[in-house]
T-cell receptor, first 111, second 118 residues
Framework: RKEVEQDPGPFNVPEGATVAFNCTYS??????FFWYRQDCRKEPKLLMS???SGNEDGRFTAQLNRASQYISLLIRDSKLSDSATYLC????????????FGKGTTLSVSS | DAGVIQSPRHEVTEMGQEVTLRCKPI?????LFWYRQTMMRGLELLIY????????DSGMPEDRFSAKMPNASFSTLKIQPSEPRDSAVYFC????????????????FGSGTQLSVL
């Protein structure tokens, strides 16, 4: 079983749509969770951290379910500029472990 | 502020040649990571350093790969000899660990090196 799994998509949605991405992780000891965004041929950049209580940043909402080892990202009122690949990222609190990335979910928003 | 700087941006080489990728982390960051990205495997962690010391190199594919961090402002990833299957984008990233917990928070990535081995 892969450590971090995501539906690769692509998700093709019209502007204004609401879209949700899911991610599962295999290690129950994982402590920190993030969503990164990667534009085509660019480096990944942090979109938002994911907290146990859920958190929101404008049109973006992230949620964590530790019991199910599941993370989600909800994007409301999609914009053309949201088109990118969204990477689910997990860190486990253990010496010698760094951030593990999922393969990413590709989103394409069209007008 | 300068971000993470990688060189070269593109490298085309022939099978069997030695390849050296370079990275300058953000000043003040004491963790440095090398990742490799391909369509098939996504972003894979190769190795990471904390305070210039290699902490986890379990992701290094094989003995042909080696990484060094001689000081806090410079790291290299070397492939010798290179093979076509090494073709990928290699990213370097740095971070400043959160205090109190040994987790690595926000990663700052360089622009990557696109490596093509013919």
């Amino acid at each position: 079983r892969k450590e971090v799994e995501q539906d690769p998509g692509p998700f093709n949605v019209p502007e204004g749509a609401t879209v949700a991405f899911n991610c599962t992780y295999s290690n129950s000891a994982s402590q920190s969770f993030f969503w990164y965004r990667q534009d085509c041929r660019k480096e990944p950049k942090l979109l938002m951290s994911v907290y146990s209580s859920g958190n929101e940043d404008g049109r973006f909402t992230a949620q964590l379910n530790r019991a199910s080892q599941y993370i989600s990202l909800l994007i409301r009122d999609s914009k053309l500029s949201d088109s990118a690949t969204y990477l689910c990222v997990v860190n486990m609190y253990q010496a010698g472990t760094a951030l593990i990335f999922g393969k990413g979910t590709t989103l394409s928003v069209s007008s | 502020d300068a971000g993470v700087i990688q060189s070269p941006r593109h490298e085309v080489t022939e099978m069997g040649q030695e390849v050296t990728l370079r990275c300058k982390p953000i000043s003040g960051h004491n963790s440095l990571f090398w990742y490799r990205q391909t369509m098939m495997r996504g972003l894979e962690l190769l190795i990471y350093f904390n305070n210039n010391v290699p902490i986890d190199d379990s992701g290094m594919p094989e003995d042909r790969f080696s990484a060094k961090m001689p000081n806090a402002s410079f790291s290299t990833l070397k492939i010798q000899p290179s093979e076509p299957r090494d073709s990928a984008v290699y990213f370097c990233a740095s971070s400043r660990p959160a205090s109190g917990v040994a987790t690595n928070e926000k990663l700052f990535f360089g622009s990557g090196t696109q490596l093509s081995v013919l």
